[in-house]
């Protein structure tokens, strides 16, 4: 059974910085691609940072130049460098894995860390 798990969170203020970690288990493969998601309450869930396989990396443009996410592969531990944290970073922070096995897609979650940005 495939687990992700996300560490890392906290109370920050602003400008601070933070790193986010995702350890997964029950693979034996490498997933094609992992990320980072956020949610704030009553808002839909977005997409911050994924990276793919081989290292190929897209932000979401509110974080460009202030987040990078990084991997170990084939451990398929997954990090976010926060770095220059704003309010409006405030969200439970969520690890995703996803891609196909042959033809069946698959995603998996992590439970989430709480991040929070406030002076």
């Known amino acids: 059974q495939v687990q992700l798990e996300e560490s890392g969170g906290g109370l920050v203020h602003p400008g601070e910085s933070l790193k986010l970690t995702c350890v997964t288990s029950?693979?034996?493969?490498?997933?094609?691609?992992m990320a980072w998601y956020r949610q704030t309450p009553g808002a839909q869930r977005e997409l911050v940072a994924t990276i793919k396989s081989r290292g190929v990396t897209d932000y979401a443009d509110q974080v460009k130049g202030r987040f990078t996410i990084s991997r170990v592969n084939p451990k398929n531990t997954v990090y976010l460098q926060m770095n220059s944290l704003k309010p409006e970073d405030t969200a439970v922070y969520y690890c995703?894995?996803?891609?196909?096995?042959?033809?069946?897609?698959?995603?998996?979650w992590g439970q989430g860390t709480q991040v929070t940005v406030s002076s």
């Open positions: 029950g693979s034996k493969f490498s997933f094609e691609t």
């Open positions: 995703n894995a996803n891609g196909r096995w042959g033809p069946n897609p698959y995603e998996y």
